[in-house]
């Protein structure tokens, strides 16, 4: 077991210090240094975490991902705590393993993205929820602390992000279907509870009041209306397949039998880890089904289930060995090569995206010193993120045919009128789409042609733009 640990901590750290920001990384250590109410995409939570850390420690890969390091100790110990409370027989160390193997929690507890504090305050919310029920279906009162706790835990998850009402209907559910339960909703305490959560709503609508209500509209739009009626088998197949795998087959055998079992548990527990699990997938499913769904968006749908594994899934290893190999294929994938780039031209762009910065880096800036003061704009809100953070420049733009948070920063054009820019872009999101028509006249392209160990994996075009016209 020392050795699958070992081997989890050492690909942990190389993605950690050697895997240069995902584009969505990069996108969202630039709201830190934008500092608002809440944004666009998400709520506001991870991009306050990046904007303190830069400022007190710099910009780097290490502090990009330190608030992952404690976010992982909090979420590690959390289980730690609930193994103690279901079981005393229930080994912590195996229940830490199962969560580590499995490929979707070992790479999203360290991106840093907002799902990293998304698991964790909802794992402590739910913990601390679970002891209060059981408080209360013993004595009638239940530990009133532990309500607010897991409000305030809960709170803190929507402000990381909206997946978090998943968790809250999970909740809503286990009161609603079990009948000792139900006199809680004659509680004042549900109510302020309810209240305590609801603050987390506070910095979102301020911003979403002032920007016309546009964070809202993308969610209905992207979930549930769709550009194209009728059903998606497609995204439906995606969303299933890859979580089915990005979880692990074993894994899944262990969710059908405890579905089959009378678990020895003396606690609520089981009841709220299966509505939460069950509710949060058929939303999803049937969200997949008309519209999109990604398989991560279901991420606190399986936290609960993992203490509960080592009852029903006897054999730990076959899924210990197929993490392990999943996410050190992840990690060399990240660092090294893209493995995408040794079977196809354009496959797979968002990992390509990782490698060739100090190289693009460098010709815009040779270019940059030929020009007054310039612009910097690129072609898509990946690139304009990862540019940003390589030059650590927060005044990069993206112009594009998407609304992005860089919309609302550059609201008003008349700043920017006139002035001179370098342009960057790709094949992905070619500049030709959209930027060069702003500009009176651009110089011919200068390619960047990123290469790792002889493996070409996709050109960047730097050019110089003259007189912007927003």
């Not at 004595?139 to 009133?144: A, I, V």
């Not at 998850?157 to 004659?186: C, D, E, H, M, W």
């Amino acid at each position: 077991m020392i050795f699958f640990f070992l081997a989890f901590l050492l690909l942990r750290s190389i993605f950690w210090f050697a895997a240069f920001p995902n584009s969505d990384e990069a996108y969202y250590w630039l709201w830190g240094q934008h500092l608002d109410w809440s944004y666009y995409d998400h709520p506001p939570l991870q991009a306050w975490i990046q904007g303190v850390f830069t400022a007190v420690f710099g910009r780097s890969t290490f502090t990009l991902r330190l608030p992952n390091l404690f976010s992982t100790i909090a979420f590690f110990y959390t289980y730690y705590r609930i193994v103690s409370y279901l079981d005393k027989d229930l080994n912590v160390r195996v229940v830490a393993l199962l969560v580590l193997s499995a490929p979707l929690y070992f790479i999203f507890l360290g991106l840093a993205w907002h799902d990293h504090l998304l698991i964790t305050f909802s794992l402590v919310s739910a913990y601390l929820f679970i002891r209060f029920l059981d408080g209360y279906l013993s004595d009638g009162r239940g530990e009133t602390w532990r309500l607010y706790g897991s409000a305030i835990a809960l709170s803190l998850a929507f402000l990381s992000k909206y997946n978090a009402v998943f968790v809250a209907l999970g909740f809503f559910a286990t009161l609603i279907t079990n009948a000792q339960l139900r006199p809680l909703f004659r509680d004042r305490r549900l109510y302020f509870g309810i209240t305590i959560v609801l603050t987390c709503l506070i910095p979102i609508l301020i911003w979403n009041v002032s920007n016309d209500f546009q964070s809202f509209r993308y969610y209905v739009d992207r979930s549930v209306r769709p550009i194209v009626p009728g059903i998606k088998i497609g995204p439906f197949l995606g969303f299933t397949l890859v979580s089915f795998f990005a979880i692990s087959p074993f894994c899944w055998i262990g969710f059908y039998r405890l579905l089959k079992s009378r678990l020895p548990v003396h606690s609520i527990y089981p009841i709220v880890a299966f509505w939460i699990f069950s509710i949060s997938s058929t939303l999803l499913t049937t969200v997949s089904l008309i519209s999109a769904a990604l398989y991560y968006w279901n991420i606190t749908a399986y936290l609960l289930l993992f203490p509960l594994l080592p009852f029903v899934l006897k054999k730990l290893k076959p899924h210990t060995i197929y993490g392990l190999a999943i996410s050190s294929i992840l990690v060399f994938h990240y660092t090294v090569l893209p493995l995408s780039a040794l079977v196809s031209k354009d496959a797979d762009p968002d990992s390509r995206m990782l490698f060739g910065w100090k190289e693009v880096a460098a010709i815009v800036q040779s270019e940059t010193k030929t020009l007054n003061n310039p612009l910097l704009i690129t072609s898509d809100y990946r690139s304009a993120s990862a540019l940003a953070y390589q030059l650590n420049n927060r005044n990069v733009i993206a112009i594009s045919d998407r609304i992005d948070q860089f919309d609302f920063w550059y609201r008003d054009p008349k700043p920017l009128q006139g002035k001179d820019a370098v342009i960057l872009s790709d094949d992905w999101y070619p500049a030709e789409l959209m930027v060069l028509s702003k500009f009176d006249r651009t110089s011919e392209p200068i390619t960047v042609p990123v290469q790792r160990f002889g493996v070409w994996i996709k050109n960047y075009y730097v050019r110089k733009g003259y007189n912007f016209k927003p």
